[in-house]
């Protein structure tokens, strides 16, 4: 909700008020002036007596009566009205208020509420403080959730690095190229966990940095699967490249950061067969895509498989592989190129994903 939809409904209740009051002030000076003219006639032919002397500066008494009866019945339809209008403005107004000074002390939980006859203001108000409500208490959840998913990711690789470490330091492991290894393995995933964990972040905050340059984006292609080539064709998979030759606009680092992503993906949840990785040019979009022979991944979870430490191997009952940032890595360094990706069923029975962005 900002300043100017503020300003604007702030103007529309007033005007509501001003009207009110003014149709409230038009009824009561119609009901005196036609009650007058009915009371008067009404003496005049029924009750002549009643009236006072044509020379005389005082009422009679009949006509105090009529003057008491008229003040009393305005001032009672005054009143009435006012209250009306004043639950109608004041009842929404007092419920974000107080909902505000327990959002304040900590209840993120807490919503505002509005009567049946609410003015259309009061009522965006209410709907607007309990969106804001739901986004505060929303980030509040994926924050939590996001520190215990960083404890939980970072627990098991720190957890073995220390035992190995300990093992060394009291004799239990001889030091030998294999263990040093293995304690280099578990560093490097660190590392990639904390830049999986850094480029998502950069994202989200706005400040993810890119360097857009005109690229070979095939060779591009190919280094990465030069580099994953080994470890995909000893899982059984076989690589179908379809490659454009035209140069694209992008950050090479970056597109190859996904791409491997994308590969590493594959590696851990699809089904060893036939991976096809095709770049292509549609209009003044660049299109990547790797696309796998299964098990594919279910439509609902097409949705929610971008977001940080989401597994879609969850939805074929298997257990869970990888940190859950691979996907968010790519959607960030998509979105920072003004592109987008998304997850489609492939015509082999699997997955493709498909990243486009302008180039």
Excluded at 236 to 264: K, N, Y
Aim: aromatic content about 6%; proline content about 4%; glycine content about 8%.
């Amino acid at each position: 909700m900002n300043l100017l939809s503020v300003i604007v409904r702030s103007k529309g209740l007033g005007r509501q008020i001003v009207s009110s009051v003014a149709i409230l002030v038009l009824a009561v000076m119609l009901m005196v002036l036609l009650g007058s003219y009915a009371f008067y006639a009404t003496l005049w032919m029924v009750y002549p007596a009643w009236l006072s002397a044509p020379d005389s500066w005082l009422p009679s008494l009949a006509e105090w009566g009529w003057i008491i009866g008229t003040t009393l019945t305005g001032l009672t339809i005054a009143v009435w009205v006012a209250i009306r209008l004043a639950r109608r403005i004041l009842a929404p107004l007092n419920s974000v208020a107080t909902s505000l000074r327990q959002v304040a002390q900590g209840d993120l939980a807490a919503r505002a509420s509005t009567a049946d006859h609410s003015l259309g203001e009061a009522t965006q108000l209410v709907n607007d403080f309990n969106t804001m409500a739901e986004r505060l208490e929303r980030a509040e959840q994926e924050r939590i959730f996001w520190n215990a998913a960083i404890a939980h990711e970072l627990r098991t690789p720190v957890t073995i690095l220390r035992g190995r470490l300990q093992g060394l330091t009291e004799g239990i492991f001889q030091p030998d190229p294999a263990l040093f290894a293995s304690l280099l393995s578990q560093v490097e995933g660190l590392g990639r966990l904390i830049e999986d964990l850094r480029v998502v972040g950069l994202a989200e905050s706005g400040h993810l940095q890119i360097q857009l340059q005109q690229a070979e984006l095939r060779q591009e292609v190919m280094t990465v699967v030069k580099a994953c080539e080994s470890a995909l064709l000893e899982k059984g998979f076989v690589l179908l490249l379809a490659l454009d030759a035209r140069p694209a606009l992008c950050d090479p680092v970056r597109i190859r950061q996904a791409l491997l992503a994308l590969l590493e993906n594959a590696l851990r949840h699809a089904t060893p067969g036939t991976l096809t990785i095709r770049t292509a040019t549609a209009g003044d979009m660049v299109e990547l895509s790797v696309e796998d022979s299964g098990p594919g991944i279910e439509v609902a979870d097409t949705q929610t498989i971008f977001n940080a430490f989401q597994r879609g191997a969850l939805a074929h009952g298997t257990h869970p592989k990888g940190s859950g940032l691979g996907l968010a890595v790519v959607k960030a360094i998509v979105g920072a190129h003004r592109g987008t990706v998304i997850c489609k069923p492939s015509a082999a029975g699997g997955a493709c994903f498909l990243m486009r962005w302008p180039g």
